[in-house]
């Protein structure tokens, strides 16, 4: 049995609607004449809770096997495979669409982690932020240990930019909204990254 499919974000009615498209227009006064952005970007939710999650093939499983690594195939949106993959101290997630495979290991455990330990948390779902061209980011939760008490969790949520190119961590953020903000921006990879 394969991973559940992902949630959808409740519908909304015409007015919440008008009021996506006022805002991403910024204060545009003629949304459809002044040339505007006007794409409404959508949420769809994921977990990576166990009991949504399976076994991957035997390939893909044995691949990290041979490294001393757990890997488990967990729900995502589109033609996206996630692997949420862990060793004794971390977890992360590796995303796999046609040629391309990126681990999120460098950005969550080595590049700047954000504490003690780091990992995806299960406390919080993924968000994939749609707009008219697909899938255009992921907010990954991550949490880890506070190093300067040992004990308190810290969390945030990094923004990874997905599309035709390899994803890359746009960035770190604490608060939910920021987070749509960037996912939802003309943000890109820089090129050292793709």
């Known amino acids: 049995m394969g991973p559940s499919p992902p949630k959808r974000a409740g519908p909304w009615d015409l007015r919440e609607h008008l009021a996506r498209l006022a805002y991403a227009g910024g204060s ?11 794409t409404v970007f959508e ?21 990290f096997k041979e490294r001393d690594l757990g890997v488990q195939r967990c729900p995502a949106p589109g033609d ?3 692997l949420l993959v862990s060793s004794d101290a971390n977890s992360w997630i590796e995303l796999r669409r046609d040629t391309v495979t990126w681990s999120a290991e460098e950005s969550i455990v080595y590049q700047s982690p954000i504490g003690n330990f780091p990992g995806v948390t299960r406390s919080i779902p993924l968000e994939w932020r749609s707009g008219s061209a697909g899938v255009r980011a992921l907010i990954l939760p991550i949490a880890a240990q506070d190093p300067k008490d040992g004990i308190s969790r810290i969390t945030r949520l990094f923004v990874v930019r997905l599309g035709p190119n390899p994803p890359c961590v746009l960035a770190r953020v604490e608060i939910q909204e920021q987070a ?5 921006s003309d943000a890109a990879c820089p090129a050292a990254q793709q």
């Open 180 to 184: 749509r903000r960037i996912a939802d």
């Open 28 to 38: 545009c006064a003629l949304l459809l004449l002044s040339g505007c952005d006007t």
């Open 43 to 63: 949420s769809t939710y994921t977990s990576i809770d166990p009991a949504q999650c399976s076994a991957p093939d035997s390939v893909i499983e044995n691949a």
């Open 80 to 82: 996206w495979m996630l």
